[in-house]
């Protein structure tokens, strides 16, 4: 199990879990925009060059994502075979919908 | 009819940012080292001589109080010494009254004085004389007495002893053991003795405690130049600091000298001036130390606070400078001048946000096509900067290009899909393009993921729908649909970009609803419309850039 925590200086705070059967899980946490995804965006690079089957993306402690956040998933969703954004809060589903992205990221619209 | 665009001043008129530049000449010059050492050694030299007046101060003390306690001692062992001479002279003058009163009985006189004599008594010799025959002694117990051998001297010294009713002290008389000789007069004859000093010169009294721990010297006279007669110490006179007291000694006197050899008031008040000296010297040195430190602090923490302000106005004026450069490049992006149509005006405002130190991938567009035909477009690339900038610019472009070809918006935006990829660039961009078409009198909406166009009619406003499709950049080979809508007699259409819309801690929809009540009703021609609208932002600026286009159609 690989365990990574950091927090941005913008206070965004992600936690990277692997599975033995290859899946994956990022839990994101705080208020995401294009100055405070650096460090999830290279730590999640490394997960994602690792080839995981499945990557759950938990960002039920995101309070604001930009369009650069919701890119960056966008980006990941792309790159693994199963791809889940999970407990997404309303206010975030809602510019995922807004963006035609709620299929591509498994939201409910 | 010509609409240009209305864009914000550049940013050389932001108040934000339109502090004066501070040069590095202005800065202030790091002072000379040498001053940090006037405060430390006034310091030093403070402190050393408050430690020199301590010393001085605790060194008198001490010595007026060991003299005090000097001539105390000096006045006790001048009492016990006072306290053996009335001995010495009853002696003496009981021998001579007896002698007076038996006539000059020599036998009387030798049974008398033999007990004072010799081994056991405090005289070498005793002997009585006759006023009258002074010349020699009548009779002498003991040895021969050294007076006898100069008569005149012994006649002289009679004479006055006589003539002074008491003890009289003829002095040290001299040889190879010295002697003192005294006589007392009673009548016709005078009883004279001679004593030996001890052979050592100590006194039978430096036993007492009196004496204890005292240097002491005896002289005969009243002066301590006087003949030494006992001392302890082998090379008097005393050392300094010694005290003198006279004493009544018949006729003569006695001179008691002492000093100490130990401090009478203890060692401490003898260490105090040196250790005031040393704690006082170290203390000094160390407050010195202490005030150069401080200094030193003082002197860099100000040196770093001019350095911060250097480089805090270079930051303003590189942030000033980077901005400017982000909206001249921003402004060379978008277009200068809007096309028209019959009965359409438009208009567009660009708005920097919070961060607008870089470009921004925000853009609007306004194509003329044929026949009373506008292509209104506006569109949002993700992120900031040079990256982001070129991405808007070449979707631009690439749009008019295709329009300028023929193509409709849904043709447009697949075939923009192939142009961006997140998988490869991280870059997603939302586009929504309306055809304003003033002959068909129909607006056809199409949208890859971006906020619908916000049609106001009669004072009410409302959002235009259309089929949403994917970002460009998530899949290459997206479909678009459009969806067309009839258009008002009179209206105005507004798009932009989130930017408008996007407050942190709050739903899109009460963004959206907020700009639909704010644009609803205001008969505001479109440019101060479109201005009102971007300066009314909740909190005054936008973090995100603001792009927002609209037309107005008055047919």
């Given at each position: ?109 | ?221 009243s002066k301590r130049s006087g003949q030494l007669l006992v001392s302890n110490v082998a090379h008097p006179p005393l050392p300094s600091p010694s005290a003198s007291q006279a004493i009544s000694f018949g ?305």
């Amino acid at each position: 199990v690989d365990d990574l925590e950091g927090l941005d200086e913008s206070l965004v705070s992600f936690d990277i879990e692997t599975e033995p059967d290859g899946s994956a899980m990022v839990r994101i946490g705080g208020e995401l925009d294009l100055g405070s995804i650096e460090r999830l965006e290279s730590e999640v690079d490394r997960l994602l060059a690792s080839a995981p089957s499945r990557l759950v993306v938990d960002v039920g402690d995101v309070r604001f994502a930009d369009s650069s956040a919701i890119a960056l998933w966008v980006r990941w969703a792309t790159a693994v075979p199963r791809f889940e954004l999970r407990d997404s809060p309303p206010l975030l589903r809602r510019v995922i919908t807004a963006m035609g992205l709620s299929t591509k990221l498994g939201v409910a619209s | 009819m010509v609409s240009s665009v209305d864009s914000e001043p550049l940013p050389a008129a932001d108040s934000r940012v339109a502090e004066p530049p501070v040069t590095a000449g202005e800065a202030p010059a790091p002072r000379p080292r040498v001053v940090i050492l006037g405060l430390p050694l006034a310091t030093l030299v403070i402190g050393l001589l408050v430690t020199l007046a301590l010393v001085l101060v605790s060194a008198s003390q001490y010595t007026s109080n060991e003299s005090r306690l000097l001539k105390l001692r000096v006045r006790d062992a001048s009492e016990l010494l006072t306290g053996t001479l009335p001995t010495l002279q009853a002696t003496l003058a009981s021998t001579a009254e007896l002698a007076d009163a038996t006539n000059g009985s020599v036998s009387r006189f030798m049974g008398f004085a033999g007990r004072d004599v010799g081994s056991k008594g405090e005289f070498a010799s005793l002997s009585l004389w006759r006023l009258d025959t002074p010349g020699a002694p009548v009779a002498v117990v003991g040895i021969a007495p050294k007076l006898a051998a100069s008569p005149g001297q012994a006649t002289a010294f009679l004479a006055k002893t006589a003539r002074d009713h008491t003890l009289g002290v003829i002095g040290l008389l001299s040889g190879p053991s010295p002697r003192l000789g005294y006589a007392v007069v009673a009548g016709r004859y005078a009883a004279y003795a001679e004593a030996p000093l001890p052979a050592n010169r100590h006194s039978k009294l430096q036993g007492n405690n009196a004496f204890t721990g005292m240097d002491y010297a005896v002289y005969l006279g009243s002066k301590r130049s006087g003949q030494l007669l006992v001392s302890n110490v082998a090379h008097p006179p005393l050392p300094s600091p010694s005290a003198s007291q006279a004493i009544s000694f018949g006729d003569n006197k006695l001179t008691l000298v002492m000093s100490s050899r130990i401090p009478l008031a203890g060692t401490l008040p003898r260490d105090l001036p040196w250790i005031i000296a040393i704690l006082g010297t170290l203390l000094s040195v160390a407050a010195a130390l202490m005030t150069m430190r401080l200094t030193q602090r003082r002197q860099s923490a100000e040196e770093l606070a001019a350095r911060l302000e250097i480089s805090a106005s270079e930051n303003r004026r590189l942030y000033a400078e980077q901005r400017t450069i982000a909206q001249t490049l921003q402004h060379a992006l978008l277009p200068d001048v809007l096309p028209q149509a019959p009965g359409i005006q438009a208009s567009a405002r660009y708005e920097a946000g919070e961060r607008g130190v870089e470009v921004g991938g925000d853009w609007y567009d306004v194509v003329d096509l044929e026949g009373r035909r506008l292509l209104l477009v506006v569109g949002d690339v993700s992120g900031r900067g040079l990256r982001a900038a070129t991405t808007m610019a070449s979707l631009r472009y690439a749009i008019r290009a295709y329009a300028a070809q023929g193509d409709l918006p849904p043709e447009i935006l697949t075939k923009l899909s192939h142009l961006v990829s997140v998988a490869e660039t991280g870059q997603l961009a939302t586009i929504l393009c309306v055809i304003v078409d003033a002959g068909e009198r129909t607006l056809d909406v199409t949208s890859a993921g971006h906020l619908p166009p916000l049609l106001l009619e009669n004072g009410d406003g409302s959002y235009v729908y259309g089929e949403l499709g994917l970002p460009i950049g998530v899949e290459a080979g997206s479909q678009y649909a459009s969806r067309k809508v009839a258009m008002p007699a009179t209206g105005t259409l507004v798009a932009f970009t989130d930017g408008l819309v996007e407050l942190r801690g709050e739903s899109i929809d009460d963004g959206l609803e907020r700009l639909r009540k704010a644009a609803a009703g205001d008969p505001a021609a479109l440019p101060d419309l479109l201005g009102r609208l971007v300066s009314e932002f909740p909190g005054g600026r936008s973090e995100d850039d603001i792009a927002i286009v609209g037309v107005r159609w008055t047919t």
